[in-house]
């Protein structure tokens, strides 16, 4: 199925270092939702996007979606050993199937 | 808080075993819920759509009689691994999205559950 291209793949930084992560689609999507999964969790929403060009904080975590409709970057400032894990882009084409398409996911790890 | 429950949290069976996983939305009711696996290292993958009082929707290449879906009432789908074989192993997700007007509520997700087929 259709996936998001997300980059980068995987992140190793220093504790107290901004992070800054994003996905592109060839084509338009009217929601992007970014989302954070901890070893052997489900993935917990972090930051939900619904308008082109909007930009959304939530704590350290600062989210934008693109004009274009078609990317999305997440940004984390001042990174912490908590803000390990995997995070995923996710894309909602809106209508009635619901259906959400995602990243292939960026692993974070922090070096104390 | 959580919203979704998904239980069990893991599973281990022997091979031609069936599972059955539930599906919880705890303080909302959810006409539409959604089944993922996910392998490790790599991203969820969609399997179906969980349509409250209908049958569910399969994504292409997902065995409908392999992966049976009920969703029986307002809160709760229930997805079995009939027959479940080693390669079914994974990580099986469920989520669900609050009903509101607004069409693009996200989706939440429950904890997974872990299956291990021997």
């Known amino acids: 199925g259709q996936q998001l291209n997300q980059s980068p793949q995987s992140m190793f930084i220093q504790e107290g270092e901004d992070v800054s992560m994003n996905c592109t689609s060839s084509?338009?999507?009217?929601?992007w939702l970014w989302y954070k999964q901890d070893p052997g969790e489900g993935p917990v929403l972090l930051i939900a996007?619904?308008?082109?060009?909007e930009l959304t904080s939530n704590g350290r975590l600062t989210a934008q979606f693109g004009i274009t409709r078609k990317d999305s970057f997440l940004n984390i400032s001042a990174s912490i050993p908590s803000d390990v894990g995997i995070y995923f882009c996710?894309?909602?084409?809106?209508?009635?199937?619901?259906?959400?398409?995602f990243g292939q996911g960026t692993r974070l790890t922090i070096n104390p | 808080g959580a919203v979704v429950s998904q239980h069990p949290s893991w599973v281990i069976c022997k091979s031609g075993t069936s599972v059955k996983i539930e599906c919880r939305s705890l303080?909302?009711?959810?006409?539409?819920m959604f089944w993922y696996r996910q392998f490790p290292k790599q991203s969820l993958m969609l399997m179906a759509t969980?349509?409250?009082?209908?049958?569910?929707?399969?994504e292409q290449g997902v065995e409908k009689d392999k992966f049976l879906i009920n969703h029986a009432s307002l809160t709760l789908s229930t997805l079995t691994v009939t027959s479940a074989h080693p390669e079914d192993s994974s990580f099986y997700i469920c989520s669900a999205r609050r009903p509101t007007e607004n069409s693009n509520q996200p989706q939440h997700f429950g904890d997974g559950t872990r299956l291990s087929i021997l």
């Open positions: 969980s349509n409250e009082g209908s049958k569910a929707t399969y």
């Open positions: 996710a894309g909602h084409k809106g209508g009635g199937a619901q259906k959400l398409v």
């Open positions: 084509s338009i999507f009217n929601t």
């Open positions: 996007l619904y308008k082109a060009g």
């Open positions: 303080d909302f009711q959810a006409t539409t």
